[in-house]
């Protein structure tokens, strides 16, 4: 469970990533929504929890005096808990791979899962702080998917204009 919490700390599972999202954005167009929606929605999570975070600063259990250290397995944070950023980052990238790839989708929901359940099994977040951060993203991979959508719809009908205009 701790590589699921900490994994991202590694740089060869940051580099696996990278190939992986490099890979998908060259192969086709379904993938190409997936890993590109993918790397705008993230950073949007992240930005949500940590205003979240800021905003409303709510205690780690691994910090919670009553606790003790029972639950303490990565190590103590000065950080709020309010709400999960990395449970939001992975949820936001899994609901894109799912809009994108619809099944093909279900390998990054398990892995947000994972991520989630370490965070809580890790005493760095309470339940609530990881459903906290999977609303947030999910609301970052909606809007970002639906902008997506959006702007490729206008891009298609701006080249399909540009395609029926007779030539001079």
């Known amino acids: 469970m701790r590589f699921f919490s900490e994994g991202l ?3 060869w599972v940051k580099l696996i990533l990278l ?33 979240l975070k800021k905003t409303i600063p ?5 910090n919670d005096p009553a606790l003790g250290d029972l639950i303490l397995r990565i190590g103590k944070t000065d950080s709020p808990g309010t709400a999960s950023a990395h449970s ?3 949820l936001a ?15 990054w929901l398990i892995l947000a899962i994972l ?21 947030c993203g ?5 809007l970002v998917c639906m902008l997506y959508d959006k702007i490729a719809k206008r891009r298609a009908a701006k080249r399909e204009a540009i395609e029926a205009k007779p030539s001079n």
Request: net charge positive; glycine share 8%; charged share 10%.
């Open 58 to 62: 709510l205690p780690r259990p691994c």
């Open 9 to 11: 700390q590694e740089w």
């Open 93 to 107: 990238v899994a609901i894109c791979m799912l809009i994108a790839l619809r099944w093909g989708g279900i390998p």
């Open 138 to 142: 999910a609301f970052a991979a909606v």
């Open 19 to 51: 190939i992986c999202l490099g890979s998908m954005i060259a192969a086709g167009k379904d993938t190409r929504k997936g890993a590109i929606c993918a790397l705008l929605s993230w950073p949007i999570a992240d930005l949500l929890t940590n205003i």
């Open 115 to 135: 991520v989630a359940l370490s965070r809580v099994y890790n005493g760095v977040h309470y339940p609530y702080q990881v459903v906290l951060g999977w609303i």
């Open 88 to 90: 939001a980052n992975m």
